[in-house]
Every structure is written in structure tokens, then in C-alpha cells.
């Protein structure tokens, strides 16, 4: 199950933040979103698409 909890830190340009919201609210999408988006793909894209069984059983392991 995936859980929202964990909270990410950037610092980058303000033109580009500015840039990012402007284009994801074209997409009707908050920058979070399309940054979750962006995170599952790039997981994927290395762990291949079983990637949440993997994750997510690592995480049900280390709750024991």
C-alpha cells in the first residue's frame, strides 16, 4: 500500500519552478502529481514493471 507520508526537499531555480507549475497546470496536473509521475517512472524504468511488488515488499519486511 502506498503511503504519502515522506516529504522531499529540492531547491532549484525559481524560473524553472515557475516554468514546471506552469506546464503541469496545462496537463490539469499539481507539480506533486506530475513529480510522483515522474518518480514511478524512473523507478520503473530500473527496477522494470514488477518495481511495486519489490518495493513494496521490502517495506512490509522491515515493519517486523
Do not use: H, Y
Amino acid at each position: 500500500m502506498e503511503k504519502r507520508t515522506a516529504r522531499i526537499t529540492v531547491l532549484v531555480d525559481p524560473k524553472k519552478k515557475s516554468a514546471f507549475e506552469k506546464l503541469c497546470g496545462e496537463e490539469d496536473v499539481t507539480p506533486s502529481q506530475k513529480i510522483r509521475q515522474l518518480m514511478r517512472e524512473f523507478i520503473e524504468s530500473r527496477l522494470g514493471n514488477d518495481w511495486r511488488e519489490q518495493v513494496f515488499e521490502q517495506e512490509t519486511f522491515s515493519q517486523k
